[in-house]
């Protein structure tokens, strides 16, 4: 999928991050070269982050919001020249530009949402890989300073958005981003991210965004995934 940027005028260099994006998003690659984006399979059951996320909230949150941002997309590209475009090259071209904020808004939270969901596992392994463990003590100390530094971002966010563990160059850092917006038109590689959008959280915890922070580092962090993002 990376090759879907040059192919399109090759308007922005083509990040490492997009391997990554087509990772997460590998679902959608057949369908989209017909112009629709098609909503990808959930990596678990609907069940299978209880109790820390009920299976209602994640109904809602995938069948309702995430397909919504989906079906959003297509009704705003289909049978225009962005159709051709991967999620991944919309992101890029839309970013910054007002008159595509509607596309940008619902192209990044079709793909946030896609690499939200690979983030959380309902079997996480009780060590960190040692590969992303290295970096995690280069930059942060340890896990700990790492979660917390982590938590804090997502407790912060004021109002709706993300919160992200990303490589900046060669070191790791978290950071928060409004809304829909992600580090991709940063050129930041996205290794984790945190749904701080009221609907991830609200049927579970209601205003305690910090219980849901906190009981999603605890115990759902795919850190195979995140590891699996240091490319
Ligand atoms: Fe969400």
């Known amino acids: 999928m990376t090759s879907t940027l040059s192919g399109h005028g090759g308007r922005h260099s083509a990040p490492h991050n997009l391997l990554i994006s087509s990772q997460a998003n590998r679902g959608s690659a057949d369908d989209h070269a017909a112009g629709v984006h098609v909503l990808p399979p959930l990596p678990y059951s609907l069940n299978a982050l209880e109790p820390i996320i009920s299976a209602k909230t994640l109904s809602f949150h995938y069948e309702k919001h995430h397909k919504g941002y989906v079906d959003k997309l297509n009704s705003l590209t289909v049978g225009t020249p962005l159709a051709d475009l991967t ?3 919309l992101i890029l071209h839309t970013a ?15 793909w ?6 690979h983030c959380l596992s309902p079997q996480v392994a ?6 992303l463990h290295r970096k995690i003590k280069e930059s942060f100390g340890d896990v700990g300073s790492l979660k917390k530094e982590f938590a804090q971002a997502a407790i912060e966010q004021f109002g709706s958005g993300w919160a992200w563990l990303v490589l900046d160059d060669s070191r790791l850092r978290v950071m928060k981003t409004a809304n829909g917006d992600d580090p991709l038109p940063k050129h930041l590689r996205p290794l984790l991210t945190l749904d701080v959008w009221e609907h991830a959280y609200y049927l579970d915890y209601q205003n305690r965004r910090s219980d849901y922070v906190h009981a999603v580092l605890d115990k759902l962090i795919n850190w195979e995934f995140a590891a699996s993002n240091l490319g």
């Not at 910054?96 to 192209?107: C, D, R, S, V, Y």
């Not at 009780?126 to 590969?131: G, H, K, L, R, S």
Request: glycine letters at 4%.
């Open 112 to 117: 946030n949402h896609t690499f939200y969901w």
């Open 126 to 131: 009780a060590d960190v890989p040692a590969t």
């Open 96 to 110: 910054g530009k007002p008159e595509h904020l509607e596309i940008f808004n619902n192209a990044a939270q079709a």
């Open 87 to 89: 999620l991944e090259a």
